[in-house]
C-alpha cells in the first residue's frame, strides 16, 4: 500500500474540540514565527537570553507558571510559550503549519487520542531515543500505551482520566442506595431509584463517543489494532460480542427509562446535575474540577458529592479505564529534536508544578511519584466532603489502567460512534444493530483513505 494517500487523508480528519480533562479558557495566540529557535511571540518572559529556545503551544490553566519553574530550573534549553487556543482551535492550526511545512511549534500540547492522526502525516518525532529511558519510571505501561503508535513514542505524559462514579450521597440516602460494583447492580439499582420515583441513575449521551470508547475496553473489546510498521494496514473490530455487550446494555437502560440522555456539558445538564436530576456522573478524576468550574457543589448541592470505583462486568475481574489525558509532543519542524524533547519530557514534570497541578484541580498528575505520595493518597478532597477519593478510586484506577490503541482515524470513529448512539437514543438501532453500523461505516472510510482493513 502508498503510504500518501493516507497521510494526505489524516489532514482532512474533523479536528473535533478537546475533552473536558484538558481545555481551559484562555486568550488564543496566533502561534508565531514557526517552529524551531524563532520564539517571536512568547506569553512567557525568557531570562536566560544566552541558552536556546524552544517553542511550544499549550492550553493548561496554569502553563505560565509551569514554563517558568522550568526555564528557572534550565541550564540547558529555555521554553517560549505561546497559548495557541485549546483543543481544536490549537489542532487547526498545528494542522494548518503541517499542511504548509512551516509554523509549527517545537513542542505541543495535545491529547492522547490526537497523536496517530499527526503521526501519520509524519508531524512527530519519535522520542524513544531522546530521553524516553530516563523517564520511563516516572509513568506506568497503560500511560506509555496511550501516547505511542506501535513500538514508537511520541509523547511525555502528563495526565489522565482514570474514570471512577461519582454520585450524590443525599439520593443515595434518601432512597437506601449503595453504589453498585457491577453493571448488572447498576440496572438494578436504577430500576429500584426509578421505581420509588427517584430521578434517572446516570447518563448515556451521544456527545461523549470517548466515554463509550472506554466502556468498551471496560468490557475486554480491543476496537483497533494498528501499527505504522504494517504498512498500512488497520484492525477494525467494532461489532465484537463485547462491544454488542456494551450498546445493547445501554440501550436497554435507554428503553427502560433509567438513563438520561441529554448532551453533556451543556447549560442545561449542568442545571440537571445541580438540580438533582441525576443520582451519579460516571466520569474521570479530572470530573471534579470541571464540575465545580461549571458552578457544581456551591449552592444547593453543596456537600453531597462522593466517588465510588466503575461498576465492573466481572466483580472478579476488575478492568480500569480511562477517559482523557494529555501528552507533550515534539513536532518533526522542530530545529533540534534533541533540545525540543528535553522540553517535553522536562516541563511539568517538576514537583513544583506538578503540586500546582493537581492541587488546584488542573491536571490528574500521571507521575508515579505523585500517585504514590501519602499526601497525594491522603488528601481529603473538599468536593468530595473530604472523602480520601485519590486513595479510594482513582489512584487504583490509574495503576491498573493498561492503555488503548488509538488510530489516525480517531476523529472519524468518534462521529461515527455519535451518530450511533443518536441512533440507540431515538430507538432507530438496537445496540448490536448500531455496532454492526459502526463497523460498516468505519471499515468503509479506512478503505477509502487507502488503508488495508484487517
Not at 456494551?246 to 448532551?263: A, C, M, Q, S
Not at 438540580?275 to 453543596?302: I, K, M, R
Not at 445496540?431 to 472510510?445: I, K, P, T, W
Request: hydrophobic share 40%; aromatic share 12%.
Amino acid at each position: 500500500m502508498k503510504t500518501t494517500p493516507v497521510i494526505a487523508a489524516a489532514a482532512t480528519l474533523v479536528l473535533a474540540s478537546a475533552l473536558v480533562s484538558c481545555s481551559a479558557d484562555g486568550d488564543e495566540a496566533d502561534g508565531g514565527g514557526g517552529g524551531g529557535s524563532d520564539a517571536t511571540n512568547c506569553t512567557n518572559t525568557i531570562t536566560k537570553d544566552d541558552l536556546p529556545v524552544v517553542t511550544m503551544w499549550a492550553w493548561y490553566p496554569n502553563m505560565e507558571l509551569v514554563v517558568d519553574n522550568f526555564n528557572e530550573a534550565s541550564d540547558e534549553v529555555q521554553v517560549c510559550w505561546t497559548n495557541a487556543g485549546a483543543g481544536g482551535d490549537a489542532y487547526d492550526k498545528f494542522q494548518t503549519a503541517i499542511s504548509a511545512g512551516s509554523g509549527a511549534p517545537d513542542v505541543m500540547m495535545v491529547e492522547a487520542d490526537r497523536i496517530p492522526t499527526f503521526q501519520v502525516q509524519e508531524a512527530l518525532v519519535d522520542l524513544s531515543d531522546l530521553g524516553y529511558e530516563d523517564v520511563k519510571a516516572n509513568f506506568s505501561d497503560g500511560a506509555w500505551k496511550d501516547v505511542s503508535v506501535g513500538d514508537a513514542v511520541y509523547g511525555a505524559p502528563v495526565d489522565g482520566g482514570p474514570m471512577g462514579m461519582i454520585y450524590r450521597t443525599d439520593i443515595f440516602d434518601q432512597y437506601g442506595l449503595t453504589p453498585p460494583t457491577t453493571w448488572a447492580e447498576l440496572e438494578t439499582t436504577a430500576q429500584a431509584l426509578k421505581d420509588a420515583g427517584g430521578p434517572v441513575f446516570a447518563s448515556f449521551a451521544a456527545n461523549q463517543p470517548a466515554t463509550t470508547t472506554a466502556y468498551f475496553y471496560g468490557n475486554g473489546a480491543e476496537p483497533f489494532t494498528y501499527d505504522p510498521s504494517s504498512e498500512g494496514e488497520i484492525g477494525i473490530n467494532l461489532n465484537s460480542p463485547e462491544i454488542k455487550e456494551v450498546l445493547d446494555y445501554w440501550d436497554g437502560l435507554v428503553d427502560k427509562g433509567l438513563v438520561g440522555t441529554e448532551d453533556q456539558f451543556t447549560p442545561e445538564y449542568i442545571a440537571g446535575v445541580i438540580g438533582g436530576n441525576y443520582a451519579t456522573y460516571l466520569s474521570a478524576a479530572w470530573a471534579p474540577g470541571y464540575l465545580q468550574g461549571a458552578g457544581v457543589g456551591e449552592g444547593a448541592d453543596a456537600g453531597v458529592w462522593a466517588a465510588a470505583p466503575m461498576p465492573q462486568w466481572d466483580a472478579a475481574d476488575s478492568v480500569a479505564i480511562n477517559w482523557g489525558g494529555s501528552a507533550f509532543v515534539v513536532s518533526s519542524q522542530a530545529q533540534d529534536p534533541e533540545l525540543a524533547a528535553k522540553a517535553a519530557f522536562g516541563v511539568y514534570a517538576d514537583q513544583a508544578s506538578l503540586d500546582d497541578g493537581w492541587q488546584n484541580q488542573i491536571i490528574f498528575p500521571l507521575n508515579v511519584g505523585v500517585l504514590d505520595s501519602p499526601e497525594f493518597q491522603d488528601y481529603e478532597v473538599p468536593f468530595f466532603s473530604g472523602q480520601q477519593a485519590n486513595k479510594e478510586v482513582y489512584v487504583p484506577a490509574a495503576n491498573a489502567y493498561t492503555g488503548m490503541t488509538y488510530t489516525p482515524l480517531g476523529q472519524y470513529y468518534y462521529s461515527a460512534l455519535t451518530n450511533q448512539i443518536a441512533a440507540i437514543i431515538d430507538g432507530s438501532a438496537t445496540g448490536s444493530e448500531a455496532a454492526d453500523a459502526l463497523q460498516a461505516d468505519v471499515v468503509a472510510y479506512a478503505e477509502e483513505q487507502g488503508f488495508t482493513v484487517k
